[in-house]
């Protein structure tokens, strides 16, 4: 990472790999949420307008970013919504987040591409000397 962005791609075949990055598995899942924004559009052309709740349980970081990315990918689909600005906690197996978006406007936006999931793929949650890293493959 360099500057201050805290999220990045990385090459993965037909697919796109999100990493984020953070002092917190909060913040680097959100980042990681970020980052697959940015596949669909730049993050900053989203306004952080309408909150949406979010939550999952899962046995470990790693299935549980996976949860968060599809439940975040569902409301996408279902609302026709993007998100920009993500706000949660994780204690003991649980998320529970809200997501900021609003609806998709398609001139605005100018999506790229579709995400149609979280993968398991080069999945991976890691803690380092204070610093925390969660990445997939999202498949688009």
């Not at 680097?28 to 924004?37: E, H, L, R, V």
């Not at 999952?56 to 996976?66: G, R, S």
Request: aromatic share 8%; net charge negative.
């Amino acid at each position: 990472m360099s500057g201050d962005r805290a999220w990045s791609h990385f090459r993965h075949q037909a697919d796109v790999g999100i990493c984020g990055e953070g002092a917190t598995p909060e913040q680097a899942f959100a980042n990681a949420a970020i980052a697959m924004t940015a596949v669909i559009t730049a993050p900053q052309r989203v306004r952080p307008e309408q909150p949406v709740s979010l939550h999952c349980t899962a046995p470990d970081l790693e299935l549980l970013l996976v949860d968060f990315l599809n439940a975040i990918v569902y409301e996408m689909a279902t609302r026709h919504m993007l998100f920009s600005r993500f706000d949660l906690s994780i204690r003991d197996g649980r998320l529970d987040a809200i997501a900021w978006g609003e609806a998709l406007d398609p001139q605005r936006h100018q999506p790229a591409v579709e995400v149609k999931g979280a993968s398991y793929t080069e999945l991976e949650v890691s803690h380092e000397n204070g610093h925390w890293t969660a990445r997939c493959v999202v498949d688009v």
